[in-house]
């Protein structure tokens, strides 16, 4: 063989090696902590709650040291408020269900870190108003009539660790669109923003 040949030969086979090629599924779960912000409403003050999130990801390697990471989750986010409309002050819990499929880019300098980032996409498959004191049904029917948006887009970022097959992860995001669909509609208007904890496990 040439020792040209076999020199690229060689860095070739140097680059391979530092390719990871395995590809992970597991399954994971955790809780939301969700506020609001960009709020377009003087009186509306809002207070964290916590709900349940969970689903399946993929570990899909694009190098040594990235990774893309797309998830399914079902996602609720919770959100008490205190506001006042129509001169009638109220305090009302929303209950949202979201369907969030992220994508994420990992970067991953150690086999036990990875940081990411990425645009998830969410659907809201379901929510709720639940009112504090005496609320009047006509303030009720505002919140239950509004026409909200169902489909949303959201930015996220955060870190995992992994310790063998377990994976442990804190992440931010917030939506980059609002709650409402309709401008017409009288009720407040904001952008949801939660801190994720969730633990995973790496099934094969």
């Not at 063989?1 to 070739?12: E, H, K, R």
């Not at 980032?117 to 498959?125: D, E, R, T």
Request: glycine residues 6%.
């Amino acid at each position: 063989m040439l020792p040209g040949c076999q020199a690229q030969s060689d860095t070739t086979e140097s680059v391979i090696s530092h390719i990871n090629t395995t590809w992970n599924i597991g399954v994971k779960a955790g809780i939301n902590i969700t506020s609001a912000y960009c709020i377009a409403e003087e009186v509306f003050d809002t207070e964290p709650r916590v709900s349940f999130a969970g689903g399946i990801f993929a570990e899909i390697p694009l190098g040594k040291y990235i990774l893309l990471q797309p998830e399914v989750l079902v996602s609720q986010r919770c959100l008490q408020a205190n506001g006042v409309l129509k001169a009638v002050r109220y305090t009302v819990t929303r209950r949202a269900t979201y369907l969030d499929i992220p994508v994420l880019v990992a970067f991953r300098p150690a086999n036990s870190v990875k940081l990411l980032a990425g645009p998830q996409y969410s659907y809201l498959l379901k929510q709720r108003y639940s009112f504090s004191g005496d609320v009047p049904r006509s303030l009720q029917e505002e919140f239950n009539s509004d026409v909200y948006r169902t489909h949303t887009l959201c930015i996220t970022f955060g870190a995992e660790f992994n310790i063998q097959r377990f994976v442990i992860g804190s992440r931010l995001g917030w939506d980059l669109l609002t709650n409402r669909q309709d401008d017409a509609d009288i009720t407040p208007e904001y952008r949801l923003v939660w801190y994720q904890f969730m633990v995973g496990y790496k099934v094969f």
